[in-house]
């Protein structure tokens, strides 16, 4: 970076939050929160190397944090066409769910913005202070958490969001993440739950999901793990996920 983004305090330098591979195992993407970019790399699947292949260009001060791919059911994961596969990210500076058309050509992926969602209904701004955080897709539906937005009597939230066939998506629901500052999110396999963890009230709870509505419903479980953090060190829960 030539100098700093537009939000200086986040973006001083590239700040690398996440590395995933797409659906055809060719591509190693890397949303880029400090430099505004999601880097996209080309793997040499003979050595492991990677080659950058461009990036994907949010507007100057969103901050891509975390990333998931989606397909229609019942695409094949090696279909390289626009509107089959579409990446999801979620900004945790400019506290949006964007959706972005992937296409194949001449030995590289690119990446087109399709459009971008708060979490909230009515695509209402966040609070001051909020950070969304983690994304992830199951089915039709898409999932961020968002951080320190003290929706729920003091408690954080999750948002789900319905995707339709074509890959847009529309904003469904918000409800309780039962702590504080939610860094991480896990649907378990059979899909009828999903794991929350709260990270600076350090618990994960446990909460029931509707398999063919993709709604969240009620705590059936809650776990506190370690002492509690305090809000902006980045201590108590960092990640949980479901061992299956």
């Known amino acids: 970076m030539s100098e700093p983004g537009p939000n200086p305090s986040r973006q001083d330098a590239p700040h690398p939050h996440h590395a995933f591979v797409d659906p055809t195992g060719d591509f190693l993407l890397v949303p880029d929160l ?3 970019f999601i880097r996209i790399n080309k793997i040499d699947k003979r050595s492991g190397k990677l080659t950058e292949c461009g990036s994907g260009k949010p507007t100057p001060g969103t901050g891509p944090r975390h990333g998931v791919f989606w397909s229609p059911a019942g695409a094949s994961s090696r279909v390289r066409r626009t509107d089959s596969t579409i990446l999801f990210v979620a900004n945790e500076l400019a506290n949006t769910l964007s959706s972005w058309n992937v296409a194949y050509s001449s030995g590289c992926m690119s990446l087109s913005l399709k459009h971008s969602l708060t979490p909230y209904q009515g695509n209402a701004t966040a609070a001051r202070g909020t950070k969304v955080g983690e994304v992830k ?3 039709n539906f898409v999932y961020t958490t968002n951080r320190n937005d003290k929706k729920f009597s003091g408690n954080d939230s999750v948002t789900q969001y319905t995707i339709a066939a074509d890959g847009t ?7 309780s993440s039962y702590g504080t500052y939610p860094r991480t999110f896990d649907i378990n396999k059979a899909g009828d739950f999903a794991a929350i963890g709260d990270q ?8 029931t999901r509707d398999v063919t509505t993709g709604k969240l419903g009620a705590r059936v479980a809650d776990l506190r793990i370690g002492a509690t953090g305090i809000p902006e060190i980045n201590d108590g829960l960092s990640a949980v996920v479901w061992a299956e």
Do not use: E, H, L, Q
């Not at 998506?169 to 409800?175: E, Q, V």
């Not at 600076?200 to 909460?207: F, R």
């Open 34 to 36: 400090g430099a505004d």
């Open 137 to 139: 897709v199951k089915g």
């Open 169 to 175: 998506f529309t904003w469904t629901d918000t409800t």
């Open 200 to 207: 600076t009230t350090s618990n994960v709870a446990i909460v």
